[in-house]
């Protein structure tokens, strides 16, 4: 039992560039959750999912995209990046009203 | 909306010895869950205990136990023993419990940094 997996663990993206971010979870959580983690704060809730084929924004989406195709994959697309963007980004499941259980994280770098 | 405050930026404590961190929130809701969350240098976060807002025990996990007072919107969480390994930033956080599906999102606080001194 992986719990929550994502890829990759580190990247360096220059400005304008691409990427998608990949999270994994073995637990059959109906809710999954992008967090960004800026230096020195909180988590901030970027988009949720509450199952496959339905997603929300939370407090920071602009910038970022998702989709939810199947129960286990939830992956964050970033679209032109920005240094803005260059934080550390932990997806998170959780059965329906729930703890949420954390992955590892991606530390992101936007040069 | 809901906020999460935890005033202590930074905390140190001897080992073997007890230490609290502080967290206010501020909510209109009368029932929710209140979570401290760990995060160790390696940046996993863990799940250190939570208290749902409805049961006045105050709940407990090993050498972590909190006081939750709903009266005054406080939730500290108090780390007996301390131990070498407990060194981490703690976040406190926040959950609303209604029937709405954006109900079960986290508010975080800005974290309380724990330092163990041997």
């Known amino acids: 039992n992986a719990g929550v997996t994502q890829t990759p663990k580190f990247r360096i993206l220059k400005i304008g560039q691409s990427m998608t971010l990949q999270c994994t979870q073995d637990?059959?959580?109906?809710?999954m959750y992008w967090y960004r983690q800026d230096p020195g704060m909180g988590l901030k809730l970027i988009y949720y999912s509450v199952g496959a084929g339905i997603t929300d924004k939370g407090e920071v989406p602009n910038g970022y995209n998702v989709s939810r195709s199947t129960t286990e994959d939830f992956p964050l697309r970033l679209e032109l990046a920005a240094p803005s963007q260059t934080s550390v980004y932990f997806c998170?499941?959780?059965?329906?009203?729930?703890?949420?259980?954390f992955g590892p994280g991606t530390r992101l770098t936007v040069l | 909306a809901q906020t999460v405050t935890q005033s202590q930026p930074e905390m140190s404590v001897q080992e073997a010895e007890t230490v609290t961190l502080s967290c206010t929130y501020d909510t209109s809701e009368s029932d929710y869950y209140l979570f401290w969350y760990k995060q160790p240098p390696s940046r996993q976060m863990i799940l250190v205990i939570r208290q749902e807002a409805y049961k006045q025990q105050n709940a407990t996990e090993n050498r972590f136990s909190v006081n939750f007072q709903k009266a005054a919107k406080s939730f500290s969480l108090k780390i007996s023993d301390s131990q070498l390994g407990d060194a981490a930033m703690y976040f406190c956080?926040?959950?609303?419990?209604?029937?709405?599906?954006?109900?079960?999102?986290?508010?975080f606080g800005e974290g309380t940094q724990l330092t163990v001194n041997p």
């Open positions: 998170a499941s959780s059965p329906i009203l729930d703890t949420q259980y």
């Open positions: 956080a926040y959950r609303r419990v209604n029937g709405e599906t954006s109900g079960s999102r986290l508010t």
């Open positions: 637990m059959n959580h109906n809710y």
